[in-house]
């Protein structure tokens, strides 16, 4: 069975850092992306990064750049998000998922199969 599970969620000030972690599991092949996406009360759910395990090309969304980073440890089955100079509009339920989106849905929701939880991020201001 597939599983993803998001950690690392929490309270930071604004300026402030967290580490995002999805640890993958039940997976029988290798060829797939993982996404990082955000939903905010009462928005829609938004794609934030994602890394391709094959090739290991990142993408993200422009609110982003510079400041959050993709990455992806294969040995060790976990993907990571490290979030820096966040802010408060950063605030959101964030959620890994992974699956085998083509390029034009790498940052949609419905180009992936299968989805974490969720972890809880809160940037006080």
């Known amino acids: 069975e597939v599983q993803l599970q998001a950690s690392g969620g929490g309270l930071v000030q604004a300026g402030g850092s967290l580490r995002l972690s999805c640890a993958l599991s039940g997976f029988t092949f290798d060829d797939f992306t993982i996404g990082w996406f955000r939903q905010a009360p009462g928005k829609e759910r938004e794609g934030v990064s994602y890394i391709s395990r094959s090739d290991g090309k990142t993408g993200y969304a422009d609110f982003v750049k510079g400041r959050f980073t993709v990455s992806s440890d294969n040995a060790k089955n976990t993907a990571y998000l490290q979030m820096n100079s966040l802010k408060p509009v950063d605030t959101a339920v964030y959620y890994c998922?992974?699956?085998?989106?083509?390029?034009?849905?790498?940052?949609?929701?419905?180009?992936?199969?299968?989805w974490g939880q969720g972890t809880q991020v809160t940037v006080s201001s």
């Open positions: 998922a992974a699956g085998q989106p083509i390029t034009s849905t790498t940052m949609r929701d419905y180009g992936y199969r299968y």
